[in-house]
């Protein structure tokens, strides 16, 4: 009996080709993940808490240590808290305009927080949390839970 003989063609060469980019291009998305470079770093980031009474600011207190995520072992210092009058925006429907009112009875907090963060090529994180600008973020202390959102990232 004859053997056949195997012809290579054209089609054959472009599926090797579309595979190895295929594999290529996942070694380099899980290559961080594989390879971490995790390193242990300070940083600083303020996370602004919007519409709270005074009895939750009074509640806060420089060097606090606070939980930043929802387990129990990532936290961070509080090392500044400022407050201001709480703003909303409302609508006036006699000119349709909007206009920022204050809230004479609510708070805005900006909290700093310094914490031990994991910092690798792809991300700051405390635990689970990523800690980017624009992210919410839970904060949980002696006496007060609540979330806020970070608007502020400073390494040290």
């Not at 470079?37 to 602004?48: G, P, S, Y």
């Amino acid at each position: 009996m004859a053997e056949k003989k195997v012809k290579f063609t054209v089609i054959d060469a472009l599926i090797i080709v579309v595979l190895i980019a295929a594999v290529a291009i996942g070694a380099l998305k899980l290559a961080p993940s594989l390879f971490d470079k995790t390193e242990k770093d300070k940083v600083q980031f303020t996370v602004l808490i919007t519409g709270k009474d005074q009895e939750f600011v009074d509640a806060m207190n420089i060097g606090d240590r606070v939980t930043l995520s929802l387990t129990e072992k990532d936290g961070g210092e509080i090392t500044d808290i400022k407050t201001e009058v709480a703003e909303m925006m409302v609508f006036d429907s006699i000119d349709g305009s909007y206009k920022i009112q204050h809230i004479d009875d609510k708070k805005d907090i900006y909290l700093t927080v310094e914490a031990d963060v994991a910092v690798n090529d792809l991300a700051i994180k405390a635990g689970d949390i990523v800690i980017r600008v624009g992210e919410q973020i839970p904060v949980r202390g002696k006496g007060y839970a609540t979330n806020g959102f970070i608007i502020e990232v400073n390494e040290e």
